[in-house]
């Protein structure tokens, strides 16, 4: 789960960076450059987020509107 927290803190770095670049109004070829590779990052920071390897140990029927028990499946 680390490199999965290390990929979600580099992508929020860049965007920081990108957001700041931007207010500050400064390094236009840095900017564009970020802007291009965002849909990269976005996809790869997605991918592997989704792919990591996390076990949950509860079922969808357990944690059906856990906190509504009125809305609890009967099985």
């Known amino acids: 789960m680390k490199n999965d927290l290390t990929c979600v803190g580099i992508v929020t770095g860049i965007l920081i960076v990108f957001v700041t670049l931007i ?17 990269i990052l976005i996809v790869w920071m997605v991918w592997r987020v989704l792919a990591a390897p ?19 499946r009967k099985t």
Do not use: C, N
């Open 23 to 39: 207010r500050i109004d400064i390094a236009h070829l840095l900017i564009w450059g970020i802007f291009l590779a965002s849909p």
């Open 54 to 72: 996390v076990d949950i140990p509860e079922t969808f029927e357990e944690q059906w509107y856990q906190d509504r028990p009125d809305m609890k």
